[in-house]
């Protein structure tokens, strides 16, 4: 989001009111009326069917195995940053690092829950809040000490260039990264006096999390010009400029020692929820019997080594791009727009839900009663089908192989992901409904 500058601010905005709030408050009442496992396996079965509830889960899964190595491509840039900072947009350093990482991700999932939870703990402490507040000191202290700003500064600069729809492409990844707040729906239940208070937290929650992307970011594109600016070792490079500035370069080797573990972990974490969501459609027979095994930590071993298998395979597209960057904007952006399907079936759910069980106890409802419902959901539908429609244009800022090519590897992509869970779902048989099996 660096690349934008000050008008970040209006993206943020942009994105917190028409796709962050309403994606929060429609998925408590989801979440609190249904509270079964699944998720929004069960919300979309409970409104279209067996059929439709698979095919959602299945997009959430997928969209994930898109999402993992853009994520593994930042950690990569993290490391090189201990070797070699030019590693960084290597293509294959990229792609082997990615691979080995997700791997051991899997192995540290395979231990099952309890253990993944501790690991990602720690290394949320320590890898990402530390190293952050260390960033946005940095940033405060580059300002303080009158060091040259990278970008122009003032309000003029907040409303972007909306003459040409290249230079807001990176809204649609923006969503990206506002995305999981369907998962804290479920706690919306056990607050007090959700109605008035469960939407008051999401209010101060969204305006939080928007001021951390917000000064995070300047603090980056107000260190590096844009035009040095990577997307995967931005970060690094705002540490490394500020560091050597204030000759303290020592603490980088730190930096990246505390940043590595903790990105690498927040990955991990990720790994087991979409899987064990898939495996409540197995219970019901949407998957075949190969992926019905459990170990012993009550994880889903097949399904994960699977979409291990899978997720190497997409990290090869790593080779294919011009640069590294530039491949993991297109798979962010592939991310993007499966998930945006996604939340557009989450929004249709809600409203169907609604009319089809208007009597149903809802611990909690969003507020506004029926045209409530009605106005936050079609903000997240229209706000969804923005973004879904702004991601096949190619942003100006990096070369990503044409327009041609990039617009068919979306469409290809998107296909895929839509068809795979429809043709699984034709194919299944009375034979797979089974008990799951303990590996």
């Known amino acids: 989001m660096a690349v934008y ?63 993992y190595p853009t994520a593994l491509a ?18 294959v350093y990229n792609l082997v690092v990615i691979i080995v990482l997700y791997w051991a991700a899997i192995l540290i999932n395979l231990r099952g829950m309890k253990f993944s939870g501790i690991i990602t703990t720690i290394g949320t402490v320590f ?31 907040v409303i972007p260039d909306l003459s040409s729809l290249q230079n807001i492409v990176f809204l649609t990844g923006m969503f990206l990264f506002f995305a999981g707040m369907e998962v804290s729906g479920v706690h919306a239940k056990e607050v007090k006096n959700p109605q008035k208070n469960y939407p008051k937290a999401i209010f101060i929650s969204g305006i939080i999390v928007a001021l951390i992307f917000l000064v995070g970011s300047l603090s980056i594109s107000m260190i590096v010009p844009l035009k040095e600016l990577s997307l995967t070792a931005g970060i690094m490079q705002t540490f490394t400029v500020v560091l050597n500035e204030f000759n303290i370069a020592w603490m980088i080797p730190i930096i990246v020692l505390l940043a590595a573990p903790g990105m690498i972990v927040q990955v991990s974490s990720w790994i087991a929820g979409p899987s064990r969501g898939l495996l409540v459609t197995a219970e019901n027979g949407n998957l075949p019997p190969f992926f019905h095994k459990i170990n012993k930590n009550n994880m889903p071993v097949h399904i994960m080594l699977f979409q291990g298998v ?11 791009m011009p640069s590294v960057s530039s491949s993991f904007w297109i798979l962010t952006d592939l991310a993007a ?78 296909l895929v992901a839509v068809a795979f869970p429809f043709i699984l779902y034709h194919l299944r048989k009375p034979s797979w409904k089974k008990k799951i099996v303990l590996d």
């Open 337 to 414: 727009l499966i998930y945006l399907i996604f939340y557009i079936l989450m929004f249709v759910t809600a409203l169907k839900l609604r009319r089809t069980q208007p009597n149903i106890e809802r611990p909690y409802s969003v507020p506004g009663g029926k045209y409530g419902i009605w106005v936050f959901s079609l903000m997240g539908i229209g706000a969804c089908a923005s973004a879904f429609v702004l991601g096949f244009i190619p942003p100006i800022q990096l070369s990503t192989g044409g327009l041609l090519f990039y617009d068919l590897f979306l469409g290809i992509g998107v």
């Open 74 to 91: 930042a950690t990569a840039a993290v490391i090189a940053f201990l070797f070699n900072p030019l590693l960084a947009e290597n293509k």
């Open 5 to 67: 500058g000050m008008s970040v601010i209006f993206f943020l905005t942009v994105a917190v009111i028409f796709f962050l709030i309403p994606t929060a408050l429609v998925s408590a009442e989801l979440a609190t009326t249904w509270p079964k496992r699944g998720g929004i396996y069960v919300w979309v079965r409970e409104a279209f069917g067996e059929k439709w509830g698979f095919i959602a889960i299945c997009l959430q899964w997928l969209q994930n195995l898109v999402f």
């Open 127 to 157: 890898g990402i809040i530390l190293p952050g507040i260390i960033l946005l000191i940095l940033g405060i202290a580059w300002v303080a000490d009158g060091q040259p700003i990278a970008i122009p500064i003032g309000w003029k600069y």
């Open 310 to 320: 899978v997720v190497t395979l997409i990290s090869f597209v790593f080779l294919l």
